[in-house]
């Protein structure tokens, strides 16, 4: 699976934690920033760069961490087809991708304990979208972010 992967100046421990517990597993990760924790980013941008791979590959994923997940969330959600959900725990994890599909994670690095984030990875990418019902609510969310009434 490829993976895009970013983070601001206060997420970068996290970013590095995060790429090798998915590169032992075999994931393919893909570093898009930001590299150096003393440097101040902006991370509109970061969450720009992530959140317009994921949306243009075919079933890539994503992850995104700041300090609170809420600035990276806002920003990946501008981007057409990418389904950004900030998370602080495994069921948060599993709601976002069993009843919204999410493509991309995104975690606070000052909510989120650091020994969860093994648990919330392995949750998040093992989890199915469920259909069903969700199916015609993610449909409306896309109606919406082409533009249409719903």
Not at 99 to 121: Q, W
Request: overall charge positive.
């Amino acid at each position: 699976m490829k993976i895009f992967i970013g983070a601001d100046h206060r997420g970068i421990g996290f970013k590095k934690k995060i790429t090798q517990i998915l590169e032992k597993q075999g994931a393919n990760v893909i570093d898009l920033g930001a590299y150096d924790p003393a440097k101040s980013c902006d991370y509109p941008r970061v969450a720009y760069k992530v959140a317009s791979e994921v949306a243009k590959s075919r079933n890539g994923r994503g992850i995104l961490v700041c300090m609170s997940g809420i600035g990276q969330a806002i920003a990946a959600n501008k981007v057409r087809g990418a389904y950004a959900a900030l998370c602080y725990n495994t069921e948060s994890a599993e709601l976002s991708r069993r009843h919204n599909n999410a493509n991309i994670l995104v975690l606070g690095s000052k909510f989120v304990k650091p020994k969860d984030i093994a648990k919330i990875l392995r949750v998040w990418l093992n989890t199915e979208f469920e259909g069903g019902r969700h199916r015609r609510r993610v449909g409306q969310i896309k109606k919406i972010e082409q533009g249409a009434k719903i």
